[in-house]
T-cell receptor, first 109, second 113 residues
Framework: QKEVEQNSGPLSVPEGAIASLNCTYS??????FFWYRQYSGKSPELIMS????GDKEDGRFTAQLNKASQYVSLLIRDSQPSDSATYLC?????????FGKGTTLSVSS | GAGVSQSPSNKVTEKGKDVELRCDPI?????LYWYRQSLGQGLEFLIY????????KSGLPSDRFSAERTGGSVSTLTIQRTQQEDSAVYLC???????????FGSGTRLTVV
């Protein structure tokens, strides 16, 4: 069973819309959750971290965590073409982060 | 340094040769990680160093892979007798403490021909 699962996409949204990215994880002991953005040919960049149930907002980004459902999501409001990238969900599993394969987001102008 | 530094940025090697990849983490970061990313694939965990503790080597794919971290800072990932399936981008990351969000280096693109 895969430990961190994401839909590969592509997820296509028009400029100005809300993009919703989802992630599920298998290990209930996980305590830390992260979202990374990776542009083509570049390294992943940390954009959000969340540790407790509920919502965490940072600018246009909102991370949502539901530990009972083992579900993490990322909402991007007012999506911009510059948000087009692959978004990686990562879950702390004992010692190191385990990453999902990522969801590719395409924002059209 | 200001960020995680990796060298070389690109490495082309012949099958069967050994290669060494270097990572210089952010100053003061106690945790250091190696991952690899193959074309179109996710990030595969390789090895984790935390301070002076024994490293977590559970992700190393074979005994051809090894890594060390000297003085709690610079790390070297060594791949012996390289194979074509070793071709990937090797990413190093560091964090202030284990379990925290990482900062990644720009990676080393390894091509085995």
């Amino acid at each position: 069973q895969k430990e961190v699962e994401q839909n590969s996409g592509p997820l296509s949204v028009p400029e100005g819309a809300i993009a919703s990215l989802n992630c599920t994880y298998s290990d209930r002991v996980s305590q830390s959750f992260f979202w990374y953005r990776q542009y083509s040919g570049k390294s992943p960049e940390l954009i959000m971290s969340i540790y407790s149930n509920g919502d965490k907002e940072d600018g246009r980004f909102t991370a949502q965590l539901n530990k009972a459902s083992q579900y993490v999501s990322l909402l991007i409001r007012d999506s911009q073409p510059s948000d087009s990238a692959t978004y990686l969900c990562a879950v702390n599993l004992r010692t190191a982060l385990i990453f999902g394969k990522g969801t590719t987001l395409s924002v059209s102008s | 340094g200001a960020g995680v530094s990796q060298s070389p940025s690109n490495k082309v090697t012949e099958k069967g040769k050994d290669v060494e990849l270097r990572c210089d983490p952010i100053s003061g970061h106690t945790a250091l990680y190696w991952y690899r990313q193959s074309l179109g694939q996710g990030l595969e965990f390789l090895i984790y160093f935390q301070g002076n503790s024994a490293p977590d080597k559970s992700g190393l794919p074979s005994d051809r892979f090894s890594a060390e971290r000297t003085g709690g800072s610079v790390s070297t990932l060594t791949i012996q007798r390289t194979q074509q399936e070793d071709s990937a981008v090797y990413l190093c990351a560091s964090s202030l403490v284990g379990g925290d969000g990482y900062t990644f280096g720009s990676g080393t693109r390894l091509t085995v021909v």
